[in-house]
């Protein structure tokens, strides 16, 4: 796993209204986990979206970065590895 830029991190809190959870955080443990324990997914960072315009600012941001990214809306799905999502 990478790591994410401090300065990226900073300018995408600054552009959305809801959280950015990142490793070492409790809360971060229990949004990458889900519910759908058939897979771990390890995430660099997650963004808990609260609007649409949360996930656009997200994308957006992550293009602009050379993040890849990857949007799982509900924690229930196993879905695509981070390592092997969208970039």
């Not at 995408?12 to 409790?26: A, C, W």
């Not at 992550?62 to 799905?77: D, E, F, I, K, R």
């Amino acid at each position: 796993m990478s790591e994410t830029p401090a300065f990226s991190v900073g300018g995408l809190r600054s552009r959305i209204s809801g959280n950015v959870l990142l490793p070492g955080q409790k809360v971060f443990d229990e949004a990458r986990r889900g519910l759908n324990l058939a897979r771990e997914h390890n995430p660099e960072l997650i963004v808990a979206a609260h609007t649409a315009q949360d996930v656009a600012a997200a994308e957006s941001h992550a293009a602009s970065h050379g993040l890849p990214l990857q949007v799982h809306s509900t924690g229930h799905g196993i879905g695509t590895p981070p390592a092997t999502a969208c970039s």
